[in-house]
């Protein structure tokens, strides 16, 4: 193991068929790559978050299995984002060089009644990545339509496996044949009003089960997507807690959470809100990025000692990537 600390942006995140999303040409888009990666390698923070995770809802449809929604939704409060409240998010943002959003942390997105006019005011103001994982459960043509209207720029369905068997195993809930219309739904459309927009990315936490079928995954959905990628298991019921090792996370110098209600976070792993910066309107995204609070968990993870924070030790995205880096040194 080495002693320098490591940081690796987008580590949990794996392209494997299809487009590369974040491989565009355009110079605004590649200078928001350029800083997504550059910042957290020289722990430089800029004057405002890069992005923003804005939770329009906390509720979701389904009850997956590995996910912390469903095991811990008894304490997850329910509720939905208002758009006055979203509008002042937008607003702070655009005027201090945001460059995007995803528009969900713990919920599912398509459950709230204005999402495509979420989208919509984000584009409008000059916002160049719009996007949002879902279930898809709930894209029908009427909602795929707003969409594609609103100018969202891509849209990630999480999807496990490509049999009814696998995928109705792990999202439970969740109909097979009604996704796969959905989404066929969606390229239809976009085939139809000439538009590349959104982007569907088709991606799957690498479950135990999926792995082995992986080759069989990504010749099924190369077809049907425009990228094909898939995700790090984390195992999210299991907190390993006093784990020291020199990883740092990338997330602080790259973007913010902010909940439903409000509630500002300095990432989109802290379910438990033991981070919570304030409220925004009591304060601004701007003055959470600079706290004092904020500013004393990077040092602690610039220095190695995440697991002397709180909400880090333990956290369920530094316990998988520990892991994976421990595998890969172990020799």
């Known amino acids: 193991m080495q002693n320098k600390v490591i940081i690796q942006p987008n580590a949990n995140f794996h392209h494997a068929a299809g487009e590369d999303l974040f491989e565009k040409h355009e110079e605004q888009f590649s200078e928001y790559r350029r800083k997504w990666k550059e910042h957290p390698e020289t722990f430089h923070a800029g004057e405002f978050p890069l992005f923003l995770d804005v939770e329009v809802t906390s ?132 085939r139809k009003f000439g538009v590349s927009h959104p982007k569907v990315r088709v991606q799957t936490v690498m479950l135990p089960d999926i792995q082995p079928a992986f080759a069989q995954y990504r010749e099924f959905w190369s077809g049907r997507a425009d990228e094909v990628s898939f995700l790090d298991y984390k195992d999210m019921k299991v907190k390993k807690k006093g784990v020291i090792y020199p990883w740092a996370c990338p997330q602080i110098w790259q973007r913010m959470a902010i909940w439903w209600d409000g509630t500002v976070l300095p990432c989109n792993h802290d379910d438990d809100g033991l981070l919570a910066l304030g409220r925004f309107g009591e304060i601004t995204i701007a003055e959470a990025w600079h706290s004092d609070n904020l500013n004393a968990v990077r040092e602690f993870h610039k220095n190695g000692l995440a697991n002397n924070v709180k909400a880090c030790d333990g956290c369920y995205l530094r316990d998988s990537e520990i892991l994976k880096l421990k595998g890969l040194n172990k020799d």
């Open 59 to 190: 509720a979701c449809n389904l009850k997956c299995p590995f996910c912390a929604t469903t095991f811990r939704g008894n304490v997850i409060k329910k509720g939905f984002m208002q758009f006055d409240v979203l509008k002042g998010i937008i607003n702070e943002g655009t005027a201090n060089g945001l460059y995007g959003v995803k528009f969900n942390i713990r919920g599912e997105p398509l459950l709230h009644p204005q999402i495509h006019e979420f989208v919509k005011y984000a584009k409008d103001k000059g916002l160049i990545d719009v996007y949002f994982n879902t279930n898809a459960m709930l894209l029908t043509k009427e909602i795929a339509k707003k969409l594609i209207d609103a100018g969202l720029d891509r849209l990630s369905v999480s999807f496990e496996g490509y049999t009814k068997e696998v995928y109705e195993r792990h999202r439970v809930g969740a109909n097979y044949e009604t996704v796969l219309s959905n989404i066929e739904g969606l390229q239809s459309l976009k």
